[in-house]
Every structure is written in C-alpha cells, then in structure tokens.
C-alpha cells in the first residue's frame, strides 16, 4: 500500500480544525490498515525498493539525455527519513529521472545530448511516527521539510565537444506556496516542480554558453 501524503503548515496553536482533521485522517488510516493484510500476501513480491541491489542505477540509454544516480540508500530521503522502511518503497528514483529526462529533452537544441547524475534526492515531506499509529505511513508536509535535489551535468554540443559541465542543487524551501501545474494526485509533484523551473532557467537553447 503506498504512503499517504498530508499537507501540514506548522500550526500556532492546536484548534478545532486541526482536532477534526486528525479525527478524519484517524478513520482513513484504519481503513488502510484494516484491509492491508488481505492483500499483503498477494501483491508483495510486487513492491519496488529504491534500495534494492538489482534495481537499476540508470535510465535504458534512449535519446539525447542519459540519466545515471548513486545508490538511494545514501541519499538524503533515506537517511533523515523517520520512517526508512516507507520512504524506500517505490521506483521513485527512477520516476524522478524519467520526467527529468522527458522535459530537458524538449528544450535541447538539435544534436545536443546531456548526461546527468542524480546525486543526492530529499523528498518534500516525512514521516512524523510519534503523531501516533495511524500517521506512521503518512507524509507529513510541513515547510521544514522541502525537497532538494543535486545533479550533476554534462552538455554536450552537436561537434561533441563539451559546452557545459557544473553541478547544480535543486530547492524549493517555500514549496508548500509554490505553484505547480502537476496534479495534487502525484506523489512527486513538488520534485518534478523544480525540475520544471530548472529545465526553463538551464537547458533551453539560448543560455547554452561555451567556456
């Protein structure tokens, strides 16, 4: 069963709205965990890990953009996570290199190819166990959490020859207020924003420069 998500700004004080919001992710929350032994047995050996060994490191190579990450277990989703066992479900990785890959394509200019690393992902939200059992697989969102990642890239022109090579850090520390056009319904949506604005800021044609 996948991680739920809750948006959360830090509250000034407990009130009314914040009791029945508790109350009503309480009830969806043993719902989930009600039903989840029925299907446990069935569908187990289909959940990804980010962290498994034979999982791949690398997009298949397809196109002008390669795209390559460490190992997630070193990543900072996992390490700061309070809830590692959740945060490591999935092929969120993957996905994340995927839509990276499928936007900055669109914006290379003809014959220009881009190779790029992931080299570290933290993911917007976290775990807050101690809230109680039933928030133990829910992704809080609360603006200390915002998400970061650092990728490293080579652009490479049509000769070639190498027009660009630089690390970047991608952030968003007010991501909670930053407008997205990807649909509440994705999981990765606030990653994906910032991918989106870097790809606008530094792969489109025009501000390719050589040194």
Do not use: C
Request: glycine letters at 6%; a positive charge.
């Amino acid at each position: 069963m996948p991680a739920r998500s809750h948006s959360i700004r830090t509250p000034r004080r407990w009130g009314i709205g914040l009791i029945a919001a508790t109350f009503a992710v309480s009830i969806a929350a043993s719902f989930v965990f009600s039903a989840a032994p029925a299907f446990a047995g069935k569908f187990a050996d289909r959940i990804v890990r980010v962290t498994d060994p034979n999982a791949p490191r690398q997009l298949p190579e397809q196109g002008p953009v390669s795209v390559r990450w460490d190992d997630p277990a070193k990543f900072s989703e996992l390490r700061g996570s309070h809830n590692r066992y959740e945060a490591e479900r999935g092929d969120w990785v993957a996905d994340i290199a995927r839509y990276l890959r499928k936007q900055a394509e669109r914006k290379l200019a003809d014959g220009e190819r881009l190779e790029v690393a992931i080299v570290d992902i933290r993911r917007a939200g976290n775990y807050e166990p101690w809230l109680g059992f039933d928030y133990r697989d829910v992704r809080i969102m609360r603006e200390l959490y915002w998400p970061k990642i650092d990728i490293a890239v080579k652009r490479i022109g049509a000769d070639g020859a190498v027009v660009d090579e630089r690390a970047y850090t991608l952030s968003d520390p007010a991501y909670l207020g930053s407008a997205t056009r990807i649909g509440e319904g994705d999981p990765l949506r606030y990653e994906k924003a910032m991918i989106d604005r870097w790809v606008r800021r530094e792969v489109a044609p025009s501000v390719a420069r050589s040194d």
